[in-house]
T-cell receptor
């Protein structure tokens, strides 16, 4: 069973605030991902990492930034939140070995910017 | 670039009836294919995957999917639906490295 944790689960906050969404996994996976998901819509990859000190932008442009200082931790930061950032953010991880391994997902953070 | 189409936004099935959710993909090479399920307020849970070999893949919770290369399809099936199967179902295709592209999802409603 996957062990990947996201905090907070829900966040309602005002415009202009700095926000950090936490994601941690205990499986030792090298690869980690952040997706953005609007209600009734598909998941869009916004950031991914192949390992420590590796970060890449995904297919959907995002004003957020990420860091990967430790294998188990992949936080996402919004320096100045705006209402357009309101969405659900899902974190995932997968092992390195060969090809496309299944990604294991956290339960998500539902973010609302007022 | 790969893409996934799930033509049905919503499907309603009676409890105990059979289910088929459609998924069509576009990818130039042999695809890596996945089905995930998402319950309200939760993340995605892997139901099954196809990499190669037998084109009929068995997954968890009694689900199966069949890969048909000639039709570029990877449809999900279950012979008898339970009320607890009501959720959002996502089909995804991998690029052979680590990026997945997801379909828009199909919401399954189960009627009594």
């Amino acid at each position: 069973e996957a062990d990947i944790y996201q905090t907070p689960r829900y966040l309602v906050i005002g415009t202009g605030k700095k926000i950090t969404l936490e994601c941690s996994q205990t499986m030792g996976h090298d690869k980690m991902y952040w997706y953005q998901q609007d209600p009734g819509m598909e998941l869009h990859l916004i950031h991914y990492s192949y390992g420590v000190n590796s970060t890449e932008k995904g297919d959907l442009s995002s004003e957020s930034t990420v860091s990967r200082i430790r294998t188990e931790h992949f936080p996402l930061t919004l320096e100045s939140a705006r209402p357009s950032h309101t969405s659900q953010y899902l974190c995932a991880s997968s092992p390195t070995r060969g090809g496309n391994q299944p990604q294991h997902f956290g339960d998500g953070t539902r973010l609302s910017i007022l | 670039a790969q893409s996934v189409t799930q033509p049905d936004i919503h499907i309603t099935v009676s409890e105990g009836a059979s289910l088929e959710l459609r998924c069509n993909y576009s990818y130039g090479a042999t695809p890596y294919l996945f089905w995930y399920v998402q319950s309200p307020g939760q993340g995605l849970q892997l139901l099954l995957k196809y990499f190669s070999g037998d084109t009929l893949v068995q997954g968890i919770k009694g689900f199966e999917a069949e890969f048909k290369r000639s039709q570029s399809s990877f449809n999900l099936r279950k012979p008898s639906v339970h009320w607890s199967d009501a959720a959002e179902y996502f089909c995804a295709v991998g690029d052979g490295f680590q990026k997945l592209v997801f379909g828009t999802g199909t919401r399954l409603l189960v009627s009594p």
